[in-house]
Structure formats: structure tokens, C-alpha cells
């Protein structure tokens, strides 16, 4: 079990560090809100929560104190327990798939080697080495704050900023951009912080 725990470790190393090196990036100063009580961004709020599978595609960037690395992204969402995140890169074969079901997590490659453990929590600290709030992450990437979240709204009438605790730590994010073009308008660049750590998102495409 320690061999097979060391592998995906590895493989998860070596498939972040075949991507482009990233930038550490400071949260946006000087943003204006609106209330959160304005129409134009109520009736968004509702199309977006309307939204319950959908598949996202993008890029990763993470930055810590000890090291930065980015890796190509498809998240697919079912509901809270079915869904499916693969991390590959565009100059390997290899990938790495994050698979939440009925029974727990499951964390595999394309070679098929596989570790399942029901508490989902504790495999992504196994594996990835860091505690993620990966449920949240259905709800965050679509720009959808969560009912008790501290949240601002921006001037385009979208979500601009929140903050959410997670296992005592305070997670930031902020919406630097949307993808206008379509209807209702979904995120594009998503800036998360916390202690020490800065996650990047780009959705490059969106499924619903």
C-alpha cells in the first residue's frame, strides 16, 4: 500500500511538473461592489444554481512556498457524489483521475493502478499532499457562493470576491474574469488563496 501511495506521489509530481512555470499573483485592490441585493445579479445567482452537471475545462496553476507547477484540467459534476477530475498534461501521456462515488474516493491513472479509501479527505491529503476542499469546488468554479460564505458582488453585476473557512483556514477567492459570450456568463480566471498557497484556474471551455 506505502509502494503504491509512493507512486501516485510521484506521478502526480511528474505530471504537474511537465507544465509551464506560473507566477505568484496578488489578490485585486481598489474593487467596487454593488449590493448583493441587485436584480441583475440575483437572477445570474438563480441561472447559475439552475446549473447541476456540468464539465469544465482549463488549467491549474499551483504556487506554495516550496514549489509552483500547472497541469491541464477536466472536471466533470454529477452532484456532490459523482464527480470526476483529471489532471494530464499536453506533453505526456500520463494522467491522474480524482473520482468521487457512492462508496468514497478513488484516485487512478491510465496505467491502471488505483487506491480507493471511503474517507475522500484523507486520500487527497495522501496523495496530493495538501487538504483541498474538493466538494466546494463544484460551487466555487461556477461562481456560486455558498449561503453562509462572506461574498461581494462586482460592478458587472457577478460575483467579484468571497472567503470561506475550511478545516480552520481561510480560503479567498477572486473572479479576475468571465466568459461573457455566452449566456449566463461563467468564470474564466479565478484567483484562491490561503495560508501560503495560491491556486490559478483558467476555464478555457464550459459543458452544461
Same mark, same amino acid.
Given at each position: #500500500?506505502k509502494?503504491?501511495?509512493?507512486?501516485?506521489?510521484?506521478?502526480?509530481?511528474?505530471?504537474?511538473?511537465?507544465?509551464?512555470? &506560473?507566477?505568484?499573483?496578488?489578490?485585486?485592490?481598489?474593487?467596487?461592489? &454593488?449590493?448583493?441585493?441587485?436584480?441583475? =445579479? +440575483?437572477?445570474? $445567482?438563480q441561472?447559475?444554481?439552475?446549473? +447541476? *452537471?456540468?464539465?469544465?475545462?482549463?488549467?491549474?496553476? @499551483?504556487?506554495?512556498t516550496?514549489?509552483?507547477?500547472s497541469?491541464?484540467?477536466d =472536471?466533470? @459534476?454529477?452532484?456532490p +457524489?459523482?464527480?470526476?477530475?483529471?489532471?494530464? !498534461?499536453t506533453?505526456?501521456?500520463?494522467? $491522474?483521475?480524482?473520482?468521487?462515488?457512492?462508496?468514497? #474516493?478513488? &484516485?487512478?491513472?491510465?496505467?491502471g493502478?488505483?487506491?480507493?479509501?471511503?474517507?475522500?479527505? #484523507?486520500?487527497?491529503r495522501?496523495? &496530493?499532499? #495538501?487538504?483541498?476542499?474538493l466538494?466546494?469546488?463544484?460551487? =466555487?468554479?461556477?461562481?456560486?457562493?455558498?449561503?453562509n460564505?462572506?461574498?461581494?458582488?462586482?460592478?458587472?453585476?457577478?460575483?467579484?470576491a468571497?472567503?470561506?473557512v475550511?478545516?480552520g483556514?481561510? =480560503?479567498?477567492?477572486?473572479?479576475? !474574469?468571465?466568459?461573457?459570450?455566452?449566456?449566463?456568463p461563467m468564470?474564466?480566471?479565478i484567483?484562491?488563496?490561503?495560508? *501560503?498557497?495560491?491556486l490559478?484556474?483558467?476555464?478555457?471551455?464550459w459543458?452544461?
Amino acid at each position: #500500500m506505502k509502494n503504491l501511495i509512493s507512486y501516485f506521489l510521484l506521478l502526480f509530481a511528474g505530471l504537474l511538473l511537465t507544465g509551464c512555470v &506560473i507566477t505568484d499573483e496578488q489578490r485585486p485592490t481598489n474593487v467596487k461592489y &454593488i449590493e448583493k441585493t441587485d436584480p441583475a =445579479w +440575483q437572477q445570474h $445567482l438563480q441561472q447559475v444554481k439552475q446549473i +447541476q *452537471g456540468y464539465q469544465a475545462l482549463g488549467q491549474l496553476g @499551483y504556487i506554495s512556498t516550496k514549489e509552483r507547477f500547472s497541469t491541464r484540467f477536466d =472536471w466533470q @459534476y454529477n452532484n456532490p +457524489q459523482h464527480y470526476t477530475l483529471k489532471l494530464y !498534461s499536453t506533453i505526456s501521456s500520463e494522467t $491522474l483521475q480524482i473520482q468521487m462515488h457512492t462508496k468514497g #474516493m478513488t &484516485i487512478s491513472d491510465n496505467k491502471g493502478r488505483q487506491r480507493s479509501a471511503v474517507d475522500a479527505k #484523507m486520500l487527497l491529503r495522501e496523495i &496530493i499532499g #495538501m487538504d483541498f476542499p474538493l466538494d466546494q469546488f463544484a460551487f =466555487w468554479l461556477k461562481g456560486q457562493p455558498k449561503d453562509n460564505d462572506d461574498y461581494q458582488v462586482g460592478e458587472n453585476h457577478l460575483l467579484s470576491a468571497f472567503s470561506h473557512v475550511f478545516d480552520g483556514k481561510t =480560503w479567498t477567492a477572486d473572479y479576475l !474574469s468571465y466568459q461573457a459570450n455566452r449566456q449566463p456568463p461563467m468564470p474564466e480566471n479565478i484567483l484562491l488563496k490561503t495560508d *501560503g498557497q495560491t491556486l490559478k484556474i483558467r476555464v478555457d471551455e464550459w459543458k452544461f
